[in-house]
């Protein structure tokens, strides 16, 4: 029994010992740096002459549509640091991470929707870049339902502040 199964396992580990995997590994990688496997969908295209263009100032007109998708991204991609309010004390602050200055505060509430767009786009201090998350338009959307957050004042919005989508 016992040689058997030496026998079954040697035969096995030999088996194994092709080097496919190692050769499939770099065929898959050199197929990818070639550009043969299309572009999975969903990601969202950096630098291309059309993406400038969709940053560029002043960006769409601020309509109630614009400001409810905003508002639907903004609980999405910033509420869990910045809060629902925009006070910088969503769940992700109260778990440790630095938390983000009010945005009812003097300083940012002269922002402009474009710094905004700016801030999401680049990245600010500790808050990291959103551009490989949140494509051009919906940056726009999101910077004036900040904008519109701002306005209406501290507190105005209802909900948990722990809300995650
Ligand atoms: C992971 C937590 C986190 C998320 C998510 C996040 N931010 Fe921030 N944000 C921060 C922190 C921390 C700062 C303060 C950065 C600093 O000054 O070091 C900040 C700063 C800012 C500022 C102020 C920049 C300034 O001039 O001081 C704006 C505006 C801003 N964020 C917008 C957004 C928007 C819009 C989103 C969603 C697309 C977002 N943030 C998502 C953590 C976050």
Same mark, same amino acid.
């Given at each position: 029994?016992?040689?058997?199964?030496?026998?079954?396992?040697?035969?096995?580990?030999?088996?194994?010992?092709?080097?496919?995997? !190692?050769?499939?590994a770099?065929?898959?990688? *050199?197929?990818?740096?070639? +550009?043969?496997?299309?572009?999975?969908? @969903?990601?969202?295209?950096?630098?291309?002459?059309?993406?400038?263009?969709?940053?560029?100032?002043? +960006?769409? !007109?601020?309509?109630?549509?614009?400001?409810a &998708? +905003?508002? !639907?991204?903004?609980?999405?991609?910033?509420?869990?640091? &910045?809060?629902?309010?925009?006070?910088?004390? +969503?769940?992700?602050?109260?778990?440790?991470?630095?938390?983000?200055p009010?945005? &009812?505060?003097?300083?940012?509430?002269?922002l402009?929707? =474009?710094?905004? #767009?700016? #801030?999401?786009?680049q990245?600010?201090?500790?808050?990291f870049?959103?551009?490989?998350?949140v494509?051009?338009?919906?940056?726009?959307?999101?910077? *004036?339902?900040?904008? =519109?957050?701002? =306005?209406?004042?501290? @507190?105005?919005?209802?909900?948990? !502040?722990?809300?995650?989508?």
């Amino acid at each position: 029994m016992r040689l058997a199964a030496t026998i079954a396992s040697v035969i096995f580990l030999a088996a194994c010992d092709t080097g496919t995997e !190692e050769r499939d590994a770099v065929a898959s990688t *050199h197929t990818v740096q070639r +550009g043969y496997v299309p572009v999975p969908p @969903g990601t969202v295209p950096r630098g291309t002459s059309a993406q400038v263009a969709a940053l560029a100032p002043p +960006g769409p !007109e601020r309509t109630p549509a614009l400001l409810a &998708h +905003g508002g !639907e991204r903004f609980k999405i991609f910033c509420s869990p640091c &910045h809060g629902l309010n925009g006070r910088g004390d +969503g769940p992700v602050v109260s778990r440790g991470f630095a938390p983000p200055p009010s945005y &009812h505060d003097e300083r940012l509430r002269v922002l402009t929707p =474009e710094q905004i #767009v700016q #801030v999401i786009t680049q990245g600010k201090g500790r808050m990291f870049p959103y551009a490989d998350r949140v494509p051009p338009a919906d940056r726009w959307a999101i910077a *004036h339902y900040v904008k =519109e957050l701002q =306005e209406r004042g501290v @507190g105005t919005v209802s909900g948990q !502040e722990s809300a995650t989508p």
